[in-house]
Nanobody, 119 residues
């Protein structure tokens, strides 16, 4: 199994970025997909997740209303649209794929993509 994130970069506060995660080597449409981030000096935190069918999503309070997770099962890809970015959003962002909606135990992980929000 492989997950490859892309789309990170440097953006000014208030700007937008769209992260993508391309999956291969497993049955993508049967897996729940999650986006995590790890900011410097902080623990890994889940910011958004989407169920295998795409109908149910969840967001951490810190990104609710600013981030949108979506998926395209025909392309085996998941996305994270990030709007109104803030300096606190600066982090390495990772996607994961798992059969559990709650935990990341046994999830597949990507290598991460860096997002830096700075003026």
């Amino acid at each position: 199994a492989q997950l490859v994130e892309s789309g990170g970069g440097v953006v000014q506060p208030g700007g937008s970025l769209r992260l993508s995660c391309a999956a291969s080597g497993f049955s993508f449409s049967t897996y729940h997909m999650k986006w995590y981030r790890r900011a410097p000096g902080k623990e890994l935190e889940m910011v958004a997740r989407i169920r295998s069918g795409g109908a149910v999503t969840w967001y951490d309070d810190s990104v609710q209303g600013r981030f949108t997770i979506s998926r395209d099962n025909s392309k085996s890809e998941v996305y994270l649209q990030m709007d109104k970015l803030e300096s606190d959003d600066t982090a390495m962002y990772y996607c994961s794929a798992g059969t559990s909606w709650i935990t990341a135990v046994n999830d597949y992980w990507g290598q991460g993509t860096q997002v830096t929000v700075s003026s």
